[in-house]
């Protein structure tokens, strides 16, 4: 994803329409948009006060829902809704990692509103973990304590986690894998699991004898203009009726990025964090 320097980065925006091209029907000059240029083919150039994007790819914003929560729930938003499509969470105890975060966030609410028997969330401090159940989770642990697959297992009386949606790699992983139920299946996505995915002999020994499955997700291609416009749609309505909470983690002027990175990078923030030009 490291684009060829100099490079704007920035893959999701939201704002005010300045002008349409002579073929564009549906959108006019002075409509609240979001633009996916993530999915238009361009990845790149959210870093700006003005951008292009195919139209195709912009989807209206509700007036009652910021700019910035439209933001948050682009790519994030549309990785929760669509790893609930591909391993729906209905009657199933889940876990999720990285659960305070921006799709993780997410995720704890939509697996509820899915009907997930159990939903528990994994963090790495109590403030986060207290702020995951303030959106719901039922019950949340410490990913990074010794053995934690042990507390998933007491949560659920034994019985393990069916689904586990995980996006930090590493051991979280290998723990993970010990915390799942037999016949529980694993989904993997994210950045960091492709930095840093390992399993050995005695963790391959598990996921065969207990028949459980590892499932890659990525979003970007199972995105249309159409899937990718009903499924904002859908997210929008969610949240500007109140039925689905955003956080946002913090706003920056545009000028400021370098800030919200490290902001990023220490790993203290949580939901979204936003750029405004």
Request: charged letters at 15%.
């Amino acid at each position: 994803m490291t684009p060829p320097l100099p490079s704007i980065l920035g893959a999701e925006v939201a704002g005010i329409v300045e002008a349409v091209g002579t073929e564009v029907e549906g959108i006019a000059p002075g409509d609240r948009v979001a633009g996916s240029v993530f999915a238009a083919g361009q990845s790149f150039g959210g870093y700006a006060e003005y951008v292009v994007c195919d139209a195709g790819f912009v989807t209206p914003i509700p007036d009652q829902l910021p700019f910035e929560h439209a933001v948050a729930l682009m790519v994030q938003g549309l990785t929760a809704f669509h790893l609930l499509q591909q391993a729906p969470a209905a009657d199933k105890r889940v876990m999720i990692s990285a659960a305070a975060g921006g799709v993780g966030s997410l995720l704890v609410q939509l697996a509820k509103r899915a009907g997930a028997k159990q939903v528990i969330a994994a963090a790495s401090t109590e403030d986060k973990r207290e702020f995951a159940r303030s959106l719901g989770a039922d019950a949340a642990i410490d990913y990074t304590a010794d053995d934690w697959s042990q507390a998933v297992r007491r949560q659920t009386d034994g019985h393990g986690a069916d689904i586990m949606y995980e996006s930090i790699g590493g051991a979280v992983v290998r723990e993970g894998l010990k915390a799942l139920a037999p016949l529980g299946q694993m989904v993997i996505y994210g950045s960091l699991n492709i930095l840093d995915f390992s399993l050995g002999v005695p963790d391959l020994l598990g996921l065969i004898f207990q028949n459980q499955t590892i499932t890659g997700f990525a979003t970007a291609p199972l995105l249309t203009p159409k899937s990718l416009q009903d499924g904002l749609t859908h997210l929008f309505g969610m949240a500007a009726a109140g039925e689905l909470a955003v956080t946002i983690g913090g706003v920056y002027p545009l000028k400021d990025a370098g800030e919200a990175h490290r902001a990023l990078e220490s790993r203290h923030t949580r939901g979204k964090i936003v750029l405004a030009a």
